[in-house]
C-alpha cells in the first residue's frame, strides 16, 4: 500500500496478542498523523494513506487499499466549513460517498473500520451535553454531509465505530491555539466569541482513544471523542495566550461580529456515557489536557 509508510511499534497489546494491521486514511491530516503514531506505539503493523496515495471517492481504488487490513481508520474529511456551503456536492463526495466506498470495503474484508465523525451534526442549541442517541439535525452543509457519512457507515457495516470530536487542536496542523498565540505576539488586544461552547479536544488524545476503542473490541455504534468539561472559544483564548507567555488582553465578542456562510454551533458539548458504558475511560478535562498539549501543540513550527 503506497503512502505514508509502514512503520511498526515495539510489541502488540491488543486482548488478542498480536499485532494487527491498521491502514489509517487521511494519514497526512492533523488527526491522522497523530493515529499512525498512537496505533505505531500500541504494537501494530500501521500504513497510511493520504490524498496523493488514495483516492477516497473512488469505490474501486478503495476496494484494494483496504484488502488485506484489520483495522481501518477513516480520518478523511472535507473539513473547510464554509466553502462547504457553495461546493455541498463536492463535501457530500469526500464525507458520505467516501465514507460508504470505506465501509463497504472494510466490511468485505473483514476489517473494523473507525470512521470520525463531528459535533455539527447535531443543533447546536442543547443546554446539556449531547448523549450519543440525540437526534442530529445538522445546520450547515458540512454537519449535512457528515451526518450522512454517519448513516452510510452504519448501514453498509454495522459493526464500525464511529467515533465524533470536536474543536480539535494538533501539532500536525493549523489549528485554534497555535493562530492565537501566534496573534497574541503580534497584536495589542483580541477578540474573541464567547457565545460558543465546546471541548477543546488534543488529537493526540483522540488517537490514543481510537486505538484503546479497537484494543477493547467495544460494539458497533457511536461514542464521544470529545475532552471532558466545557469553556467557550474566550476561556480557550485566554488559556492559550497565557500558555503562550503573552499577557495580551483579549477580549470578547459574539459570533454576529463575524459574517461567515456557515452557521457555527452555539454548545458543541458532547456526553460520553457510552464509552463508561463498555469500559473505556474518557479523555480528561480539557484544561487539564490542554497543558499537557501546550508544549508540543505551540512548539511545533
Known amino acids: ?110 476489517a473494523r473500520l473507525v470512521h470520525v465523525s463531528t459535533d455539527y451534526v447535531f443543533d447546536g442549541v442543547a443546554t446539556e451535553p449531547y448523549p450519543e442517541d440525540a437526534p442530529v439535525a445538522p445546520r450547515s452543509a458540512y454537519g449535512r454531509t457528515k451526518a450522512a457519512g454517519e448513516w452510510a457507515v452504519r448501514a453498509e457495516a454495522p459493526d464500525a465505530v464511529v467515533v465524533r470530536t470536536a474543536w480539535l487542536y494538533g501539532a500536525g496542523g493549523r489549528c485554534f491555539p497555535r493562530t492565537i498565540a501566534r496573534v497574541a505576539g503580534e497584536r495589542d488586544r483580541l477578540s474573541v466569541v464567547d457565545d460558543q461552547t465546546g471541548q477543546p479536544t488534543w488529537t493526540a488524545d483522540v488517537a490514543d482513544l481510537i486505538v484503546r476503542l479497537v484494543a477493547a473490541r467495544v460494539p458497533g455504534g457511536i461514542y464521544h471523542g470529545t475532552s471532558s468539561g466545557q469553556v467557550t472559544w474566550w476561556g480557550f483564548a485566554r488559556e492559550v495566550v497565557a500558555s503562550a507567555g503573552h499577557a495580551t488582553p483579549v477580549d470578547t465578542t459574539t459570533s454576529a461580529e463575524y459574517q461567515l456562510p456557515a452557521p457555527r454551533p452555539a454548545y458543541s458539548v458532547l456526553g460520553h456515557a457510552r464509552l463508561r458504558a463498555v469500559g473505556v475511560e474518557p479523555i480528561g478535562d480539557w484544561a487539564e489536557r490542554w497543558k499537557v498539549a501546550a508544549p508540543e501543540v505551540l512548539g511545533a513550527p
Open 1 to 110: 500500500m503506497a503512502g505514508a509508510g509502514v512503520t511498526k511499534g515495539p510489541g502488540p497489546t491488543d486482548p488478542a496478542g498480536a499485532a494487527q494491521r491498521w491502514l489509517v486514511v487521511g494519514a497526512a491530516g492533523m488527526l491522522g498523523q497523530d493515529v499512525l503514531a498512537a496505533a505505531t506505539r500500541a504494537g501494530h503493523e500501521v500504513s497510511g494513506a493520504g490524498r496523493a496515495e488514495l483516492d477516497v471517492t473512488d469505490a474501486v481504488a478503495v476496494r484494494g487499499a483496504v484488502a488485506g487490513y484489520d483495522v481501518v481508520v477513516n480520518c478523511a474529511a472535507w473539513t473547510a466549513v464554509d466553502a462547504a456551503e457553495e461546493h455541498e456536492a463536492e463535501a457530500f463526495a469526500v464525507n458520505a460517498t467516501a465514507a460508504a466506498h470505506l465501509a463497504r470495503a472494510a466490511a468485505a474484508a473483514g
